[in-house]
């Protein structure tokens, strides 16, 4: 099965058209669809997007972006509407969160500090609510992996991962998964390629983060969940296997990473 494990349907870029979008990617054999939230606005948004969608689910989180805007009262909300979501099948996991230390505005000393307050505070709620997390890492591997160690929550993904070797063994020493996409299909990304074809297939998942990174053959066009089987494609041409190999691996380690999946899948295919 191909699952994306990481879509903002609900960006403004699908316009009316997210409920389409999904359709046509379940039609080119897309079994499902993550999404996860980026900030308050956006949880009964993502919520019931995946209620429409046969082939979605959805996460709900702080996105590091949207924290400067945040406040302790949104955290409450969150761990509010998680406890209350905690028996809806297709509410699969925290995030989208983490940390961003590449934006001027979120390195700013005093925002670095929230950032990371916000982050911790969203794997704890991980943590008690035994949940994985869909993390953004931009220029923060690290310190990602501090807290990780520290709080400890069920699992997770580093998403759109971009770090060294030494990084990804220590995400996949503690359990974790590293997302691929559209970055690894520009012939000039030597690193995530390289990281692409000599990680362990079973550490890694695909995911489209559209309509953001969109692969080589439409950039810089908007990206889609309709792009996750030609990006599976392209990573199977990187490790020279053939395309099912890459499509029953990755997707057994997306029901790895994000175990809530496995009931949802069944009850389709069943
Ligand atoms: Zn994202």
């Not at 949940?131 to 923060?140: F, K, M, Q």
Request: with cysteine.
């Amino acid at each position: 099965m191909w699952i994306d494990t990481h879509c903002h349907l609900d960006a403004h870029e699908f316009g009316a058209e997210s409920l389409d979008v999904a359709r046509r990617a379940a039609a080119l054999g897309v079994d499902m669809i993550v999404i996860p939230a980026v900030a308050r606005a956006n949880f009964g948004i993502v919520r019931e997007l995946a209620a429409a969608s046969p082939n979605a689910s959805y996460a709900l989180g702080i996105h590091p972006i949207y924290v400067p805007q945040a406040s302790d009262d949104d955290l409450d909300a969150l761990r509010e509407l998680v406890a209350h979501s905690i028996d809806d099948p297709r509410f699969v996991a925290i995030g989208e969160v983490g940390l961003d230390f590449f934006i001027p505005l979120l390195c700013e000393p005093d925002m670095r500090v929230k950032q990371e307050r916000f982050f911790r505070e969203q794997l704890r709620i991980a943590r008690d609510f035994g949940l994985p997390v869909l993390t953004h890492v931009r220029r923060s591997q690290d310190q990602v992996l501090k807290h990780v160690r520290q709080v400890r929550p069920a699992g997770g993904i580093a998403h759109a991962f971009n770090g060294s070797f030494q990084q990804a063994q220590a995400f996949i020493d503690l359990g974790w998964h590293l997302g691929f996409g559209g970055a690894m299909t520009f012939t000039r990304a030597l690193q995530i390629r390289r990281l692409a074809s000599e990680l362990p297939l079973d550490a890694i998942v695909l995911e489209t983060d559209a309509p953001d990174i969109s692969p080589s053959w439409i950039h810089p066009g908007r990206n889609s969940p309709e792009q996750l089987p030609a990006i599976g494609k392209a990573l199977a041409d990187l490790r020279a296997i053939p395309e099912d190999e890459v499509r029953l691996a990755s997707g057994r380690s997306a029901l790895a990473a994000l175990p809530r999946l496995a009931p949802l899948l069944a009850h389709r295919s069943g």
